[in-house]
């Protein structure tokens, strides 16, 4: 593990007067399932923004595979491997769910300068869009228009639009965020299958599937690292319990 | 959904052929007037269909689209003045200010989004505006008269009422094909989805601007083509071509016809400046009855005229 995929080191980013990162650093091993979790307010989503390029840190600095991307465009992030879903399912809602997947392969078959020929028509976007949309299970809703899909699907399109740019690493915003069991469970089993393909960080607030999925967690705290961990150690660390007080049994009932 | 979508097409295809037919009809009863008026219609039906492009497909809330109809008029017009009457010469002319001018705007306006996006493609529209009333060399704030149109040798003679006529519209429908090819093609794919969702397009990977900016140009393109054609219309172009009410005129033509349809802006085109047309016969007050009439189809009918069509068809 000497070269980790991704490197974190002392990242800053303030909002006005407040901290929302504050001195973050951390390694995600290759394939490794990372997870990051704090209360609400931690900073989780800004420090997943400044690692896809959507927010630009202060200071500090991230590597990709040993490459400086700190100020690289969220575009060109893409193109060298990272991928992420939306905390707030974002997709292209008038289009079909296939038309989505295409397009994030497109995004990655050289530029899309071209005019004429029908893009729906290109078998080997087609073909992409369709195997990512078999792996999250939404094969056979591949010509419905995203607005038409229930939220569980959409938070499944999210994935299979993630996958389908063929990335090192995958950047997962909560994927849970509002599921109901049956569908979690779902998209535990789900990412459990696809962390054998793909190294991801996963913001979650799911304790039950962040410890059943995570190799290693960082929790965050008003925007500080305050334990970076395999999960037994985190389970056991007086911090974060003190951190997690009022859901302190959310973290140690479990598991 | 079939049924609707049979409607619209029926309708379109009406439309299609009666704008084919149209010179043969004034031939038969003798009416130039009307294949005066359509001509017209043609030519703004493309300069809204250049700009349902930008509006309709892409979300660019363009109000400065008349900048290139006065652009691709002022090119034809200026050469005309200075003795150069070849089209061959003065519509490639045309069509590359144009381009050149929404390559400029385009770069500069598309740093912004939403309302100021509005208001900088405006301004900047009102600066062609005056400087073209500046230019004293070709009549400034009166215009310039165009005493020759322009000359394609025994190509076509654009001083015949149906040659003309029937050039716009080869120019209409060769417009309006591109933009379906366009639309339809991976970079009209990409355009959409950043009208959709932009994170979401970056996140994916695309370079939004750059797209957006060559489909600003096509579009500016297209629209100056409008103008070269406008300005042979008429005889005369001048700086009232380009001012923001003209903007406004074609914003409407699409809104009425329905952004985002392939045809919408010509059906919009039509029935905009027909009621102008008749209106302005009984009253000089037009744009009383014009007004609450585009309200009640901006409110009720989402989507435009091709929008309403579909929908009355399934209720």
């Not at chain 2, 301004?123 to 005056?130: E, K, L, P, R, S």
Request: glycine share 12%.
């Amino acid at each position: 593990m000497a070269d980790p995929l991704l490197r974190v080191e002392k990242l800053v980013r303030r909002f006005g007067g407040i901290l929302a990162t504050d001195n973050v650093s951390l390694d995600v091993a290759r394939g490794e399932l990372h997870a990051i979790i704090g209360p609400n307010g931690a900073g989780k989503t800004t420090l997943i923004s400044q690692l896809t390029g959507q927010l630009l840190p202060h200071s500090g600095a991230i590597y990709l595979a040993g490459q400086d991307i700190t100020k690289v465009p969220a575009y060109r992030r893409s193109a060298l491997g990272l991928a992420r879903s939306f905390q707030i399912t974002s997709l292209l809602s008038d289009f079909t769910a296939a038309d989505n997947v295409a397009l994030a392969a497109q995004a990655h078959d050289g530029h899309s300068f071209h005019f004429w020929g029908n893009a729906r028509k290109i078998p080997h976007l087609r073909k992409t869009a369709q195997s990512a949309l078999d792996r999250v299970g939404l094969g056979h809703r591949a010509d419905v228009v995203v607005s038409r899909l229930s939220h569980g699907e959409q938070r499944e399109l999210e994935l299979a639009v993630a996958l389908a740019t063929k990335p090192q690493l995958l950047l997962l915003d909560e994927p849970m965020a509002g599921l109901g069991v049956t569908e979690s469970a779902r998209m535990v089993k789900l990412l459990q299958e696809l962390r054998r393909e793909v190294s991801i960080v996963l913001v979650e607030h799911d304790m039950d599937a962040v410890f059943a999925l995570a190799d290693r967690i960082t929790v965050l705290v008003y925007g500080r690292v305050i334990a970076s961990d395999v999960p037994a150690a985190i389970r056991q660390n007086e911090e974060v319990r003190r951190a997690y007080l009022g859901d302190q049994h959310a973290v140690t009932r479990h598991g | 959904m079939t049924a609707s979508l049979n409607a619209r097409n029926a309708i379109v295809a009406l439309v299609i052929a009666g704008l084919l037919l149209l010179p043969l009809y004034s031939s038969m009863t003798g009416n130039i007037f009307v294949l005066t008026l359509f001509t017209r219609i043609v030519i703004f039906a493309l300069a809204a269909a250049s700009l349902n492009l930008i509006m309709g497909y892409g979300g660019m809330m363009s109000f400065g689209h008349a900048a290139y109809l006065g652009i691709g008029g002022y090119a034809v017009g200026m050469l005309a003045h200075e003795g150069i009457g070849s089209g061959f010469v003065q519509w490639p002319v045309a069509l590359a200010a144009s381009a050149l001018f929404a390559l400029v705007i385009g770069a500069l306006s598309l740093r912004t989004r939403g309302v100021y996006f509005i208001m900088i493609t405006l301004a900047f529209a009102q600066m062609a505006y005056y400087v073209a009333s500046g230019l004293a060399r070709y009549g400034g704030d009166d215009g310039l008269t165009i005493y020759k149109r322009s000359d394609f040798g025994g190509l076509i003679n654009l001083s015949s009422r149906v040659q003309f006529y029937y050039l716009c519209l080869a120019c209409l429908f060769g417009g309006i094909y591109l933009i379906w090819r366009i639309v339809n093609s991976r970079f009209g794919m990409v355009v959409q989805g950043l009208r959709s969702n932009e994170q979401r397009m970056q996140a994916i990977g695309f370079p939004g601007n750059r797209y957006r900016l060559v489909c600003f140009v096509i579009s500016g393109t297209m629209c100056g083509l409008a103008g070269a054609l406008l300005a042979n219309n008429t005889d005369f172009v001048s700086p009232a071509s380009m001012y923001w009410t003209r903007s406004g005129d074609l914003m409407v033509m699409v809104i009425l016809g329905g952004m985002g349809s392939l045809f919408g802006p010509v059906i919009g085109a039509i029935v905009y400046l027909v009621l102008e047309e008749f209106l302005s016969q009984v009253t000089e007050y037009w744009a009383l009855i014009m007004g609450p009439l585009l309200l009640l189809i901006v409110l009720f009918g989402r989507g435009g005229i091709v929008g309403l069509l579909g929908r009355l068809r399934r209720g």
